[in-house]
């Protein structure tokens, strides 16, 4: 039970009963799960049930019947498609021809399968194509779709492959049906629901408003902030001296900005009134400080006997169970510490929230040199606002010619969705679209300034995919899709298209930070003045509002990494949210370190995946149930997934008004705004069901 209960501890959880611990060892060996997967599995069961992450008995009671019935699927599909096993002979090579009878195909099929480990779906669905090209009777050449420069999972190539029957070209663009028809002057079309229980409002607008508003067509501009990634860099060729120098420079430049940001406190705390002597590791004497200025980082690992002043990341020891301070270390950079690393022990009445990678300025001691004990831990590096001035303003929204009258609701209406796009079809041979065709349907209705699409557009995790059965290469399917955007741009010449990949996303290098997209071939002149293909991460203007993006689940890992000392009292979802503060905070679309398995980050190029200014919008797509909320002056946005089952989906409508004239006529042209978007900004998560 020890190893149950420490696996526990490294999501922030202690067993307490012994009865609790047992069950949990009993559902470990009924499904045939280590420690770490039944925990893991377990905590994901709560976030989506929006319960503890505690074990009780009544919540592993509903787990276990969750597991039970994901055994009971996977038994039924292995009954309709059983695997025998077969020797396989080195005396004897098998080739298919046109000629060769249907059952050799599907034997071979089942070979394949058997030696590669394919998911039995797959495996029918390989057998079922195989069977029909080999007893079709049209026989015509052609030649099968590339394959992407990325790797793909399973087979190296389908059965089709195998067999002299393909295709031709003309008939391979079957998987991308043509938009539906625009929708009714309700509104809506098919059955379209809302969720009522994710809506954010900072500001309350009837349905009517937010369409009718903007009868007079905005001038919206989009603009990448200056250093963004531009084009594709070569990876894989990093030194781990110039990995270390990088995440170096990053503790020194966060430092300099968590000091900045919370000056006032730390002057006081540390005594600048002259009332308290602060002793640094890097001075001889004691002095008084007389501003934050003066005041040097300590080494972390040399003995101090007074209270000082310390920089650096914050590690999680896995080791040790999360609830014990001693799992917590701190390093110090390499100028100041020459990197060394000690323990951190908080004392009580600290209250805080740090995960593994974290920047952070310690207040404590440090008698011995082997043990740094914080009395206060400062997190809050966040960059300034952006400021507009009231001209500016008024010249956007309301116009220089009084084109626009002072009583007319306007405003920016952003639509925001994340992929992946399309589902496997009902026959199994093809990508089904209809959930993104339901969407750029609704784009016709809702006819937004701004449309913000995230990946995976073509799925790597697509069981067609990783098997190459699509009829048409990657490329090929992406520029479709793209094609289809495009042509929804071109009918709504008001709306600007945003489009940001993803490490999914089997047409792109899967390293992270990612260049923009490869302008398709296929798409227009008048296709491209509306498609704005950016980095992932990004950070860009829309008019005077900054919006940042990304398409990688970034709170998914930092919540995994993350460890909290807060009051008792508060609430899982209080947890939830201090996971956007954290990433506001440290001013990086991907704070964790060491980053997740999934991720290949970059190291010499964390420069791509920093925020430059806080964000007015923040949008990042999660598999936690993170609501869009408001985070001070900025407003966080999960757009959830459009394609998350066969006929459902989400994305979500945002509209965010303008200024109020008449405080800006009220201080003047020359008077600098911030545009506090989480006071203007409503949004709604809609749930597309076919």
Request: proline residues 5%.
């Amino acid at each position: 039970m020890e190893s149950i209960r420490e696996s526990f501890e490294r999501i922030n959880v202690t067993l307490i009963s012994d009865e609790v611990a047992l069950r949990c060892c009993d559902l470990c060996k009924q499904y045939g799960l280590k420690e770490d997967q039944f925990v893991s599995r377990y905590d994901a069961f709560t976030m989506r049930h929006n319960q503890s992450n505690n074990p009780t008995l009544q919540g592993l009671t509903q787990f276990a019947s969750e597991l039970h019935h994901e055994m009971q699927q996977r038994g039924s599909s292995t009954k309709k498609n059983p695997q025998t096993p077969k020797s396989h002979s080195h005396q004897s090579h098998n080739f298919i021809t046109s000629k060769s009878p249907p059952g050799m195909a599907r034997n071979l099929a089942g070979e394949l399968v058997q030696a590669f480990g394919v998911d039995e779906k797959v495996a029918e669905a390989m057998k079922e194509s195989a069977k029909k090209k080999m007893t079709s009777k049209r026989r015509t050449g052609g030649g099968v779709g590339t394959l992407s420069k990325r790797g793909v999972g399973g087979l190296g190539a389908d059965v089709d492959d195998l067999v002299e029957d393909f295709t031709p070209p003309s008939s391979r663009r079957t998987t991308l049906s043509p938009l539906k028809s625009p929708a009714t002057a309700s509104g809506r079309t098919g059955s379209v629901t809302i969720d009522k229980k994710k809506i954010y409002s900072g500001i309350t607008l009837t349905e009517d408003q937010e369409l009718g508003m903007n009868m007079t067509s905005l001038d919206i501009t989009v603009t990448e902030v200056e250093g963004q990634l531009t084009s594709p860099y070569k990876y894989m060729f990093e030194k781990l001296l110039d990995r270390a120098n990088s995440l170096d420079s990053r503790v020194e430049f966060m430092s300099e900005r968590i000091l900045k940001s919370n000056k006032k406190d730390i002057a006081a705390r540390m005594g600048e009134s002259g009332d308290a002597t602060i002793t640094t590791a890097t001075s001889t004497n004691n002095t008084n400080k007389t501003s934050t200025d003066e005041l040097d980082f300590s080494d972390v690992g040399m003995a101090t006997q007074g209270t000082a002043l310390y920089a650096g990341k914050v590690y999680l020891n896995s080791t040790a169970g999360l609830r014990k301070t001693h799992s917590l270390e701190l390093e110090g950079s390499i100028e100041t510490s020459a990197g060394a690393r000690v323990p951190l022990q908080l004392t009580p009445d600290v209250q805080c929230s740090l995960f593994s990678g974290q920047t952070v300025i310690v207040e404590g001691t440090n008698p011995t040199g082997t043990v740094l004990t914080a009395k206060k831990i400062y997190t809050n590096g966040s960059a300034p606002h952006k400021k507009t001035n009231a001209m500016q303003l008024k010249s956007i929204y309301y116009g220089s010619d009084d084109s626009i009258t002072r009583s007319d609701l306007v405003g920016v209406k952003f639509m925001v969705v994340s992929g992946p796009y399309s589902v496997v079809s009902a026959d199994g041979d093809m990508l089904d679209y209809a959930l993104l065709d339901e969407f750029l349907n609704q784009v016709n209705t809702y006819k937004p300034d701004v449309v913000i699409m995230q990946g995976p557009f073509v799925d790597e995790n697509s069981p067609l995919v990783k098997t190459s059965s699509l009829p048409q290469s990657f490329e090929e399917e992406f520029n479709d899709v793209m094609e289809k955007v495009g042509m929804c741009a071109v009918e709504n010449s008001n709306t600007q298209f945003v489009i940001i990949p993803s490490l999914s996303d089997v047409t792109h290098d899967p390293i992270f930070p990612q260049a923009p997209f490869t302008i398709p071939p296929n798409l227009s002149e008048d296709m491209k003045k509306r498609i704005h293909f950016l980095p992932n991460p990004a950070l860009f203007l829309i008019n005077e509002l900054v919006i940042a993006t990304t398409s990688l689940d970034s709170l998914f890992d930092l919540n995994k990494s993350s460890v909290f000392f807060e009051p008792k009292d508060d609430k899982k979802r209080k947890k939830l949210d201090l996971l956007v503060h954290h990433i506001l905070e440290q001013r990086s679309f991907y704070p964790v370190d060491p980053p997740s398995e999934h991720v290949q980050l970059d190291f010499e190029n964390l420069k791509y995946i920093e925020m430059e200014a806080r964000p007015d919008i923040l949008i990042m797509p999660s598999k936690l149930n993170i609501q869009t909320q408001g985070v001070d002056r900025t407003v966080f946005v999960n757009p959830h997934t459009l394609a998350r089952s066969g006929s459902k989906g989400r994305y979500v409508e945002m509209v965010v008004v303008a200024p109020s004239y008449n405080s800006m006529l009220e201080r003047g042209d020359s008077a600098m705004f911030i545009a506090n978007a989480a006071e203007r900004t409503t949004c709604k998560v809609v749930e597309i069901s076919l």
